[in-house]
């Protein structure tokens, strides 16, 4: 499965972007996708997950009410929707996925086995 990543780019606080993240081949009903991000400096960090099948999300706290994520399986595409951008906000964005039998859901990045290439968001003050 080969993934790639787009949407990311310059923008200021309080705008909106919205990243999507395209799978090459259908994405399985036993699949989730995440986002994790990374900042210069610091490692890399969980954002939000979705569950293929049900659609079921979880978003970390510092996201969590200002990011949306969904995904098109006609497209075999997700889509990360990010509102309110804040300056800590500025990372390269990946998206990954996993294979989840039971819809348990992943934060750790350690259980996704695909992962994009990144895009780069930056959010100036």
């Known amino acids: 499965v080969q993934l790639q990543a787009s949407g990311g780019g310059l923008v200021q606080a309080g705008d909106s972007l919205r990243l999507s993240c395209a799978a090459s081949?259908?994405?399985?009903?036993?699949?989730?996708m995440g986002w994790f991000r990374q900042a210069p400096g610091k490692e890399r960090e969980f954002v939000s997950v979705?569950?293929?099948?049900?659609?079921?999300?979880l978003y970390s706290d510092s996201v969590k009410g200002r990011f949306t994520m969904s995904r098109d399986s006609a497209k075999n595409t997700a889509y990360l929707q990010m509102n309110s951008l804040k300056r800590e906000d500025t990372a390269v964005y990946y998206c990954?996925?996993?294979?989840?039998?039971?819809?348990?859901?992943?934060?750790?990045?350690?259980?996704?086995?695909?992962w994009g290439q990144g895009t780069q968001v930056t959010v100036s003050s």
């Open positions: 081949e259908r994405t399985l009903s036993r699949n989730v």
């Open positions: 979705i569950t293929w099948s049900s659609g079921r999300t």
């Open positions: 990954a996925v996993g294979v989840s039998w039971s819809e348990e859901i992943y934060t750790d990045e350690n259980r996704y086995l695909y």
